[in-house]
Antibody, heavy 118, light 107 residues
Framework: QLQLQESGPGLVKPSETLSLTCTVS??????????WGWIRQPPGKGLEWIGS???????YNNPSLKSRVTTSLDTSKNQFSLKLTSATAADTAVYYC??????????WGQGVLVTVSS | DIQMTQSPSSLSASVGDRVTITCQAS??????LNWYQQKPGKAPKLLIY???NLERGVPSRFSGSGSGTDFTFTISSLQPEDIGTYYC??????????FGQGTKVEI
């Protein structure tokens, strides 16, 4: 079974770039069976899809985040990453990496809290 | 964006009760609708996919129905371990994928 683990700084200063990595075990990110994605949840609030990436490098992002989001793959480490530029307090959230199956977010990492504050 | 509206926002029920949550989409999403359970402090977990299909390993007391814009999620006999927040999510061919605001279930 696929397992995911997020890692990255828990504190980011405003205007800086939020960077997270997801390490995948139990399967290969080069698999054509899945997309790999990111979802976030502000404290006490609901869920927001950020974006997804396929093994080919093709990406789909939430238009609300416009050009601030970059997702990428590192096949040598079996990892995928998220970069969110120009961070503000509104980006404070628990960030989850997910396996995107044919029709659903099949597996989730445990999540990592990122706080944007000076 | 397709807006997903869940009702109620929260509910309190007794063990053994039948619990029903509704989810309405702002436009037709066919059967492209999933349900997730989030227990306190944990990541969400997929329970129902494609509106009515039970994910492997999920107890049969959970079920889903509907298509188009109106969907229903049911717990046939509420158990203590079912407390948490439930979310619907659409994946129609219109980005972004969106979630309902959640329904908190308490006992």
């Amino acid at each position: 079974q696929l397992q995911l683990q997020e890692s990255g700084p828990g504190l980011v200063k405003p205007s800086e770039t939020l960077s997270l990595t997801c390490t995948v075990s139990g399967g290969s990110i080069s698999s054509s069976s899945y997309y790999w994605g990111w979802i976030r949840q502000p404290p006490g609030k609901g869920l927001e899809w950020i974006g997804s990436i396929y093994y080919t490098g093709r990406t789909y992002n939430n238009p609300s985040l416009k050009s601030r989001v970059t997702t990428s793959l590192d096949t040598s480490k079996n990892q995928f990453s998220l970069k969110l530029t120009s961070a503000t307090a509104a980006d404070t959230a628990v960030y989850y990496c997910v396996v995107v199956g044919a029709t659903a977010f099949d597996y989730w990492g445990q999540g990592v809290l990122v706080t944007v504050s000076s | 964006d397709i807006q997903m509206t869940q009702s109620p926002s929260s509910l309190s029920a007794s063990v053994g009760d039948r619990v029903t949550i509704t989810c309405q989409a702002s436009q037709d999403v066919s059967n492209n609708l999933n349900w997730y359970q989030q227990k306190p402090g944990k990541a969400p977990k997929l329970l129902i996919y494609d509106a009515s299909n039970l994910e492997r390993g999920v107890p049969s007391r959970f079920s889903g129905s509907g298509s188009g814009t109106d969907f229903t999620f049911t717990i046939s006999s509420l158990q203590p371990e079912d407390i948490g927040t439930y979310y619907c999510q659409q994946y129609a061919n219109v980005l972004p994928y969106t979630f309902g605001q959640g329904t908190k279930v308490e006992i």
